[in-house]
């Protein structure tokens, strides 16, 4: 019986983090004063202020920043630079 709740208990917590895989986040950074979108769920304290999300895609964490009223738009460099990382 132990080992078959152990068992279960494994399954669960392998199961839960693969659905973290592939979320993506919008943090606010105090040091910079912009706006990241991160893939990893933040925690909020010292630069980072403030956190949303999860989003299912990339392009949903972009809308979402691009309405959240803390988050300077980016510049168009910048633009382009967090484009070609994907």
Do not use: H, Q
């Not at 078959?4 to 399954?11: E, N």
């Not at 979320?23 to 912009?34: C, D, P």
């Not at 933040?42 to 980072?48: E, K, M, T």
């Not at 895609?57 to 990382?85: F, G, H, N, Q, V």
Request: net charge positive; with cysteine.
């Amino acid at each position: 019986m132990k080992r078959s709740i152990f068992a279960c208990s494994l399954l669960l917590v392998s199961g839960t983090a693969s659905l973290a895989d592939g979320l993506f986040w919008v943090v606010g950074n105090r040091a910079t004063g912009k706006c990241n979108i991160v893939t990893s769920n933040p925690v909020i304290d010292g630069d980072i202020w403030f956190g949303d999300g999860p989003y299912k895609s990339k392009a949903d964490a972009k809308l979402a920043r691009s309405t959240i009223r803390a988050c300077p738009a980016p510049t168009p460099d910048e633009a382009k630079a967090e484009d070609s990382t994907n």
